[in-house]
Each structure stands twice: as C-alpha cells, then as structure tokens.
C-alpha cells in the first residue's frame, strides 16, 4: 500500500479551521509503514523499500497482532526530531550496526494512523473511527500515537517557537486514500523542504577532491530536469564522503540539465546521472525556480524527488 499524502497549504494562507478538524505535528522524520501478519513486522518506506533492518529497536510492533499502522520514524535531539541524525540511521542495513546504532540512540515512530485491525481493513472509516482503533493499542517502546490538537492556530505558534517542522490539519470524517494527495490532508511548514535530484558535484576548493557542494535539479511535468541551484552546507564529513562515493558510480560526460547551468557553477563540476536524491532545506525560491540558501541534511532512498512546480 502506498501512504496517503497532504496537500501544501498555498502561501499566506492559514490552515483550515474549525470543528471538522484536527491538527498534528509535522514530524520531521521519514514515513514508514507497519505491516503486521503472522507475528512478522515489515516496515516499508514511502516508496516501498524495506527498511525493516534499519530499525531494529522497533522490532516489538510485532507483538501487536494483525495491523497496520502508517506513520513517522523521528530521531529526536534534545526533544526535537532531527533528520540529520536520523540521515545517518536511515540507510544502515547491517545487522549489528543497526543494533548498535539503536542502542546509542533509538528513533521513535510516532503513529498517526491505523489501516488494518485483525483482518479488518479500516482505511474505508472516518478517521476518528480509526484514531479510536489506535488508542486502543498497546503500543511498545520506541513508539508512541501521534498527539492530537483542537487548535491549529495556537499548534502552529508552539511549533514555530519549538522549532517544529509544523503542522498537519485533516478532516476527522475524511477516509484514508492510499496512494493519493488529498485536500482531507493540508501541511504548512515553517521551512521549505524538498528532496532533490543531483545533476552534478563539484570538489572543494583545498584541492583535496573531497566533495564541497552538489547541483540541485528536480523533474519537471515533460520529466525534463530543471535546475535549482548549488548547495554547498549542511553535509558532515562522513556525510559529503558517502554522498561522493555513491555520486561516483553514476558519473556522465555532460551536464544533465535541461536547462542552461550558469558558468560561476558549472565549472569543474563533475556530472553524474540524475538518480541520487537529497533532502534539502532553503529559505524560498527565486522567480526563475532557484532555491535561495539551500542547506544539505543527507542522501534519500525512501522516496521520490519533488517536482519542479511544486514550491
């Protein structure tokens, strides 16, 4: 099954208020599915993949019986979910670094959903219907029911002063589309993020050859690849060299872009072909579609790139 997904909220507009709503967290993390059959957990991202291995302190949801559960796994650091830790979680599929990882620092998956109850498939149900159905569960360490709010306007003024990603309003009477960007579901961010395809990268200037910034590009609806820009921040060490060493078995003799690099960035960019996803963090776009400031927080393989239109 794939996840249902929130509609953006336009620009300078608020969220939807009133009675038929409730409002959440926007969790920082990234989406998995919990599926529960015969005693067996299969936790699966956003598109997909099994990411089962890569949680180990999560295994528990297994004793819950026939379920399945959507929502996100968060690292948190000093109370606030951070992706750049959970980046380095999220791609560990060796058994005992995974265990170990765990134990030093443990995600949380915070549940927001329930689709199947003992054979029963709920996802057709109002969700206060289903919220009901998770209440009920007796869940395990490691994983907590995603809290509700009445509020939107007072949740999003908490979130920002928390620094919170920020906030999910959905309709209470409004059924689970699986696979579908519903306007039952609307997000606002208090920070634009996008996970981005790289196009390119380009060496530090110390004549290291360690990798110092990456060009940004995401597909746009003739599935072209446009360009959004350079970033050259937020990746660690450990971070720039993975990303350098994936980067390196998919390189390519021209640019990839479809449309015109400026020079100032194409020069002594090494192209790659664009499969590697980011997830990125940036203050706004420019007219031309550019992101102003883009930050780096770590490679992606749990979803799909963001399109161009989408801002």
Same mark, same amino acid.
């Not at 969220?15 to 699966?44: I, M, Q, S, Y």
């Not at 209470?172 to 606002?188: L, Q």
């Not at 990798?211 to 690849?225: E, I, M, N, S």
């Given at each position: 099954?794939?996840?249902?997904?929130? !509609?953006?909220?336009?620009?300078?507009?608020?969220?939807?208020?009133?009675? #038929?709503?409730?409002?959440?967290?926007?969790?920082?993390?990234?989406?998995?599915?919990?599926?529960?059959?015969?005693?067996? &957990?299969?936790?699966?991202?956003?598109? /997909?993949?099994?990411?089962?291995?890569?949680?180990?302190?999560?295994?528990?949801?297994?004793?819950?019986?026939?379920?399945?559960?959507?929502?996100?796994?968060?690292?948190? +650091?000093?109370?606030?979910?951070?992706?750049?830790?959970?980046?380095?979680?999220?791609?560990?599929?060796?058994?005992?670094?995974?265990?170990?990882?765990?134990? $030093?620092?443990?995600?949380?998956? &915070?549940?927001?959903?329930?689709?199947?109850?003992?054979?029963?498939?709920? #996802?057709?149900?109002?969700?206060?219907?289903?919220? $009901?159905?998770?209440?009920?569960?007796?869940?395990?360490?490691?994983?907590?029911?995603?809290?509700?709010?009445? +509020?939107?306007?007072?949740? %999003?003024?908490?979130? @920002?002063?928390?620094?919170?990603?920020?906030?999910?309003?959905?309709?209470? +009477?409004?059924?689970? @589309?699986?696979?579908?960007?519903?306007? +039952? %579901?609307?997000?606002? #961010?208090?920070?634009?993020?996008?996970?981005? &395809?790289? /196009?390119?990268?380009?060496?530090?200037?110390? =004549?290291?050859?360690? &990798?110092?910034?990456?060009?940004? /590009? $995401?597909?746009?609806?003739?599935?072209?690849?446009?360009?959004? =820009?350079?970033?050259?921040?937020?990746?660690?060490?450990?971070? #720039?060299?993975?990303?350098?060493?994936?980067?390196?078995?998919?390189?390519?003799?021209?640019?990839?872009?479809?449309?015109?690099?400026?020079?100032?960035?194409?020069?002594?960019?090494?192209?790659?072909?664009?499969?590697?996803?980011?997830? !990125?963090?940036?203050?706004?776009?420019?007219?031309?579609?550019?992101? @102003?400031?883009?930050?780096?927080?770590?490679?992606?393989?749990?979803?799909?790139?963001?399109?161009?239109?989408?801002?």
């Amino acid at each position: 099954m794939e996840p249902m997904l929130a !509609t953006p909220a336009p620009r300078g507009t608020a969220l939807p208020r009133g009675a #038929a709503w409730v409002f959440e967290v926007k969790w920082d993390g990234v989406r998995v599915l919990a599926d529960v059959r015969d005693g067996t &957990l299969h936790l699966t991202s956003r598109n /997909g993949r099994d990411v089962t291995p890569a949680y180990p302190e999560l295994a528990a949801l297994a004793d819950l019986g026939d379920v399945l559960l959507d929502g996100e796994v968060v690292l948190l +650091d000093a109370g606030v979910p951070s992706f750049a830790a959970l980046a380095e979680r999220m791609h560990v599929r060796e058994p005992r670094r995974a265990a170990a990882l765990a134990a $030093a620092r443990p995600v949380t998956y &915070l549940v927001f959903d329930v689709l199947r109850r003992d054979g029963h498939d709920l #996802a057709p149900l109002p969700l206060e219907t289903r919220r $009901a159905v998770l209440d009920a569960l007796d869940l395990p360490d490691h994983v907590q029911a995603s809290p509700w709010y009445d +509020d939107g306007d007072d949740l %999003w003024q908490v979130t @920002r002063a928390h620094g919170l990603e920020g906030v999910v309003a959905k309709r209470r +009477d409004a059924p689970y @589309r699986a696979g579908r960007r519903s306007a +039952d %579901w609307v997000k606002a #961010a208090h920070r634009r993020t996008r996970t981005a &395809l790289v /196009g390119g990268w380009r060496p530090q200037s110390t =004549g290291t050859g360690h &990798l110092g910034a990456v060009l940004l /590009g $995401a597909p746009d609806a003739a599935g072209d690849l446009r360009y959004l =820009g350079r970033a050259g921040s937020g990746l660690t060490v450990l971070g #720039a060299r993975g990303l350098r060493t994936v980067l390196q078995t998919h390189e390519r003799a021209t640019s990839p872009f479809a449309d015109p690099v400026p020079p100032v960035d194409a020069r002594g960019t090494v192209w790659v072909e664009p499969v590697v996803l980011v997830d !990125t963090r940036y203050l706004v776009r420019t007219p031309s579609g550019r992101l @102003r400031q883009p930050v780096v927080r770590g490679l992606r393989t749990d979803t799909t790139p963001d399109p161009w239109e989408q801002e």
